[in-house]
């Protein structure tokens, strides 16, 4: 397999048996698992992605989900579904990215997003002598106040990697330690640290340990073999990766920031300073946006970028998009009408990126529409053709612009802050790239009709988690 396949082109497949061993798996995924002290023919040794194969194995069904994988130095960022078959689980990954991260509160920031995917448990944080801040419900008879590591101890299997890990303040995942009272737990948890780097303890998750999950913890993800091929020698991935990190991570302070101030966390502010803090942190979740565009800006004009082919429900699609947006465009009274619940549209496509279309065809006609107006979410079949149409009753668009709506930075003339101008380019790129197309209906003064059509499916849709 070339190096770059892994890059946010290229889809690489594993398959797991019943006990988690690999069958087969493609060089990259390969390469990982040796870098994480696993063997080409042994257990999955990375705990991110054996617990998403267990979940999907457990539940029956298809689970696809964002994964975060942390190392020493790189912390590799990607997209898995995995579709239980008996007892086995075949695994599609992609959008495979890596780039070096920074100690303190930079990784921090990172390691947050991998705790949520953990299994259900209950939450904890300590202080920096690490004592008890907080446990949640179901943590038995820990209390605030009690010493960390008079609470857990470490099993056999791991040796010391959790004191280790805490000594140098670095996060850790899925490690099976005891509690004081008895029972077994899987132990993920990430430092926290304030704006001068100084430590303030950890925050993480404590999950029960199913059978026979207990004893299996991995070894740390290093800087092994695979940091050094997937990183191109003509170092542009490379600068773009860091480029993306280097954003995300200080907008995402500077958003969390703003909302401690504008929630008054700390005490009374003045109301002014309250509204500069609302206005910080909507400028930042913007710039954010940018970050997300641009990082699928770069992914999707590779070459070699590819999408899933998942049985989907367009219909089941337009609901969710509509849910999620649904407090957004209630703030500007425009209500929402999403497809009957009981409609089915079957599709062919990538799960991910057609939610990713609709969500932004939704939240594009949110922003043009005028107060106390509806939007149509309503999707069907025609012929060979599952289709999806956001309609507003927006100002329209001029037939001569109807295809530049759909260039890289177009905005029509818009002069306020709203939106990047790709949105739109990038949902057409993923809708062909998926075999499908999106195209608008509009007249000036009278709406635009947002279509997004993708092949018609043969099969009932798998259930996303």
């Known amino acids: 397999m070339n190096a770059d396949a892994g890059m946010g082109s290229g889809v690489i497949r594993a398959r797991l048996d019943g006990q988690d061993r690999i069958c087969s798996a493609d060089d990259l995924l390969l390469r990982l698992q040796r870098a994480a002290g696993g063997d080409p023919d042994g257990c999955i040794a990375v705990p991110q992605i054996a617990a998403v194969a267990r979940l999907a194995r457990r539940l029956g069904i298809l689970i696809a989900r964002p994964l975060l994988i942390g190392g020493q130095e790189r912390d590799i960022r990607l997209w898995v579904r995995a579709k239980p078959l008996g007892d086995h689980v075949e695994m599609d990954f992609s959008d495979w990215q890596e780039s070096l991260h920074a100690d303190g509160e930079e990784q921090a920031a990172l390691r947050a997003a991998q705790i949520a995917l953990a299994p259900d448990g209950w939450e904890w944080r300590t202080d920096a002598q690490m004592r008890f801040l907080q446990v949640g419900a179901g943590s038995g008879s820990i209390a605030s106040g009690d010493e960390f590591f008079a609470t857990f101890t470490e099993d056999g ?34 430092p926290l640290f304030d704006n001068d780097g100084s430590f303030l303890g950890y925050r993480g998750k404590a999950s029960p340990a199913g059978a ?39 907008l995402g302070r500077i958003i969390a920031n703003a909302e401690t101030i504008k929630a008054q966390m700390e005490g009374p502010l003045r109301t002014d300073y309250t509204a500069y803090a609302a206005d910080i942190a909507d400028a930042g979740r913007h710039l954010m946006e940018l970050v997300d565009d641009l990082a699928d800006l770069q992914a999707i004009d590779r070459a070699r970028f590819e999408v899933a082919s998942e049985d989907i429900d367009l219909a089941d699609l337009g609901r969710r998009a509509a849910g999620l947006l649904g407090v957004k465009a209630a703030d500007r009274n425009i209500r929402v009408e999403p497809p009957d619940y009981d409609e089915k549209v079957p599709a062919i496509g990538e799960f991910r990126r057609a939610l990713q279309i609709i969500v932004n065809l939704l939240n594009n006609a949110i922003r043009y529409s005028p107060e106390n107006s509806i939007i149509w979410v309503r999707a069907g079949v025609e012929g060979r053709e599952a289709r999806l149409v956001v309609a507003d009753q927006g100002r329209g668009i001029a037939p001569e612009d109807q295809e530049r709506v ?30 499908g197309d999106l195209t608008v209906e509009s ?23």
């Open 157 to 190: 299997g791991t040796g010391h990697r959790l004191a280790t890990e805490i000594a140098v303040r670095r996060s850790f995942f899925g490690l099976a330690v005891r509690l004081k009272d008895g029972g077994t737990v899987q132990l993920s948890g990430y």
């Open 406 to 435: 759909f260039e890289k930075f177009e905005r029509l003339g818009r002069q306020d802050a709203a939106g990047s101008g790709l949105g739109l380019y990038i949902s057409r790129k993923l809708a062909r790239a998926m075999r």
């Open 443 to 465: 007249a000036p003064g009278q709406g635009a009709r947002f279509i997004l059509t993708l092949p018609v499916g043969e099969v009932e849709p798998d259930i996303h988690s």
């Open 212 to 250: 026979g999950e207990g004893e299996r913890s991995a070894a740390p993800v290093d800087d092994g073999p695979v940091a050094a091929d997937i990183i191109g020698p003509d170092g542009l991935p490379d600068f773009g990766r860091r480029l993306d990190l280097a954003l995300r991570q200080p």
